[in-house]
């Protein structure tokens, strides 16, 4: 299973959750319809572009390649220095 197949439905969850608090919100303070389609339908773009930054951070920090060191005894080195200091 690719990633984007296992991150398909996370945009939609997210915009549809932040419509449902928009139009519970709407209601709850009693707003005009006019007035809260056009809050929702704010809400809606707003988290859309929002999840999409996210989703693409997500896939480039995933994607990103552990740094090896160049030399396998430097590390030796400092693990055997930080040992000894957290001994004394």
Partial sequence: ??????????????????????????????????KSLLIVLVVIIVFYIISTIALIAIDKIRKLERV???NSSETKEEGVEEDSEKQG
């Fill in 1 to 34: 299973m690719s990633d984007k197949e296992k991150n398909r439905n996370i945009r939609a969850i997210i915009v549809l959750s932040a419509a449902l608090i928009a139009l519970l919100l709407n209601i709850k303070y009693k707003r005009e319809m006019v």
């Fill in 68 to 70: 090896q060191p160049v």
